[in-house]
């Protein structure tokens, strides 16, 4: 089992930045990718970014150019920094854990409300 544990969550006006961060509590040989997803009310969870081996990013369209996923290894932290944020990145954000880019684990989210 991997516990994961986010934070960092919150209300920022639009334009504005947040960095979330996601610990996990130990490393398991078969999660090879980490993940930022994200979901708002009424609509299905979706991929924010993921970061893979070999430092392979990857983004939704409507967060490129202003997400940036990272990864510390030696605090076995994510992290996902969001800038010039817009009301409708308004969701609660969840860290996953994927074997071959399939969720394993999940956290249990941080709201962020981007307000206009």
């Known amino acids: 089992q991997v516990q994961l544990v986010e934070s960092g969550g919150g209300l920022v006006q639009a334009g504005g930045s947040l960095t979330l961060s996601c610990v996990r509590s130990?490393?398991?040989?078969?999660?090879?990718?980490m993940g930022w997803y994200r979901q708002a009310p009424g609509k299905e969870r979706e991929s924010v970014a993921t970061?893979?081996?070999?430092?392979?990013?990857y983004y939704a369209d409507s967060v490129k150019g202003r997400f940036t996923i990272s990864n510390d290894n030696a605090k076995n932290t994510v992290y996902l920094q969001m800038n010039s944020l817009k009301p409708e990145d308004t969701a609660v954000y969840y860290c996953?854990?994927?074997?071959?880019?399939?969720?394993?684990?999940w956290g249990r989210g941080t709201q962020v409300t981007v307000s206009s």
């Open positions: 130990r490393t398991i040989f078969s999660i090879n990718a």
């Open positions: 970061i893979a081996g070999g430092g392979r990013r």
């Open positions: 996953a854990a994927l074997s071959n880019l399939t969720p394993r684990y």
